[in-house]
């Protein structure tokens, strides 16, 4: 691991003019406090060149009901009395603190994202094949959060979006879906 960033954390900030609520999607037993982001003293991940970082979450937008937390306290101003969205266009807003390899002080990025409208077929190969291994996921572990999600789902989902797929491993995740689902229609 050639390390390029150390102690690195994550931050996600809702519009509640935009956002009802939310779900972190797996990471639950890697939830930094808030008031750990801006402590140099807590310990937090490495980056290694070349690697990646995907978290995963359920929204609920403004308007709709679900019972999942609200939104906390947020850099957006408060949500108007009506349903309808108000204010800034911004749902979220990413936050990555982290430290280069030699440094003891941290460094801060904000990063604002706007819902664009775009479907989940649209998106990429990367982040629907990663939708779909979630999905697996809350399946394997009989989440209450898994609604309609379904092995066959899965497979479909998954084996539309394994991209060029170097080494196999997409392949062999639709290989072992495949296997949960006669697994499962055996019992």
Not at 42 to 67: C, N, Q, S
Not at 142 to 152: F, R, T, V
Request: aromatic share 8%; charged share 30%; proline share 4%.
């Amino acid at each position: 691991l050639m390390t390029v960033a150390k102690d690195v954390k994550i931050q996600v900030d809702f519009n509640p003019a935009r956002v009802n609520a939310y779900r972190l999607i797996g990471y639950e037993n890697r939830v930094l406090r808030n008031e750990d982001f801006n402590d140099d003293t807590k310990d937090a991940g490495d980056m290694g060149a070349g690697h990646t970082v995907t978290a995963l979450f359920e929204i609920v937008p403004r308007g709709l009901e679900i019972d999942l937390p609200k939104v906390d306290t947020s850099k957006y101003q408060q949500p108007a009395a009506s349903d309808r969205p108000s204010g800034s266009n911004e749902m979220l807003t990413v936050r990555v603190r982290y430290k280069l390899p030699d440094a003891s002080g941290s460094a801060r990025f904000d990063v604002p994202l706007v819902d664009r409208g775009a479907s989940f077929n649209s998106a990429s190969t990367d982040y629907r094949f990663a939708g779909a291994v979630a999905e697996f996921g809350m399946l394997l572990r009989e989440s209450p959060y898994k609604a309609a999600a379904s092995l066959d789902h899965v497979i479909t989902v998954a084996d539309g979006s394994k991209g060029a797929d170097k080494n196999g491993y997409r392949e062999e995740f639709v290989r072992l879906a495949r296997k949960a689902r006669a697994i499962k229609e055996l019992r």
